[in-house]
């Protein structure tokens, strides 16, 4: 990732992509459009590679 090292420019860019996934989950909430169902591979393939991404610097105090 080109950002890796720039704890700020990560915390923009994962604060975008939360934004997005919000966004899709309401896109979907009620019933998947048909083109999400068509393009879920691709989708949920980026999204997997985000969301199991591991940065020391987006760590937080946060316990769940």
Same mark, same amino acid.
């Given at each position: 990732?080109?950002?890796?090292?720039?704890? !700020?420019?990560?915390?923009? %860019?994962?604060?975008? +992509?939360? +934004?997005? +996934?919000?966004?899709?989950?309401? +896109?979907?909430?009620?019933? =998947?459009?048909? *083109? *999400?169902?068509?393009?879920? !591979?691709? *989708?949920?393939? =980026?999204?997997?590679? $985000?969301?199991? $991404?591991?940065?020391?610097?987006? !760590?937080?105090?946060?316990? %769940?």
């Amino acid at each position: 990732m080109k950002n890796e090292t720039d704890q !700020a420019a990560l915390k923009v %860019l994962f604060d975008t +992509l939360q +934004l997005l +996934l919000k966004l899709y989950v309401d +896109l979907n909430c009620q019933d =998947i459009p048909e *083109f *999400f169902e068509d393009n879920m !591979a691709p *989708f949920m393939t =980026i999204f997997h590679k $985000y969301l199991t $991404y591991n940065n020391p610097l987006l !760590a937080t105090d946060v316990s %769940l």
